[in-house]
């Protein structure tokens, strides 16, 4: 799916793991790239709630009230180069994937990504999104990667990351 440019330029994408408590312990993340060529990760589980990590404007927030979610602040789109969500259990619990992934814009418009995989401990890639000549594209992945965080990520491309461990980046 491709936003377009006032989508993809006025407000925020949020994106919402709409999931019960049955699920397990869900936690939503993301890799992302800049234009700058800066590549990280924001998870929601090392309590970093927004990027870049320090970052006066963060381009990406994350926070988790019922359901974990991200949001991008769209004023800052020409930044982001590209970028994944993922899926994942920081306690490495076994999950029973199952609800939806609920991409939101400004306007209200709502996409609904059914998160279907088997039962895993590993990590499912939701979806990707690429800056396309200024407008989002948005692509259903919903691959579960029986793996790490870091796994999945050079799965996807993101290899300029450096990790501590297989789910914790450097920076």
């Known amino acids: 799916m491709t936003l377009t440019r006032l989508q993809t330029g006025v407000g925020s994408l949020t994106f919402t793991a709409m999931c019960s408590d049955l699920v397990g312990d869900l936690r939503l993340g993301c890799a992302y790239q800049l234009r700058s060529g800066h590549t990280s990760t924001l998870l929601d589980a090392d309590g970093a709630g927004s990027a870049p990590k320090g970052s006066p404007r963060p381009v990406i927030t994350g926070k988790r009230d019922r359901h974990a979610q991200l949001s991008i602040d769209l004023r800052q789109c020409r930044q982001i180069e590209r970028l994944i969500i993922f899926g994942y ?7 029973s994937w199952g609800g939806a992934l609920v991409v939101s814009t400004q306007g209200h418009a709502k996409i609904e990504l059914p998160i279907d995989a088997a039962p895993s401990r590993g990590v499912c890639v ?11 594209v948005l692509r259903s992945e919903m691959d579960a990667v029986s793996a790490s965080v870091r796994d999945a990520c050079l799965a996807y491309g993101f290899d300029r ?11």
């Open 126 to 136: 939701f979806l990707s999104l690429y800056n396309v000549r200024g407008e989002f």
């Open 161 to 171: 990351i450096s990790w501590l461990d297989a789910n914790t980046p450097v920076g």
């Open 89 to 95: 259990s920081p306690s490495a619990t076994e999950l």
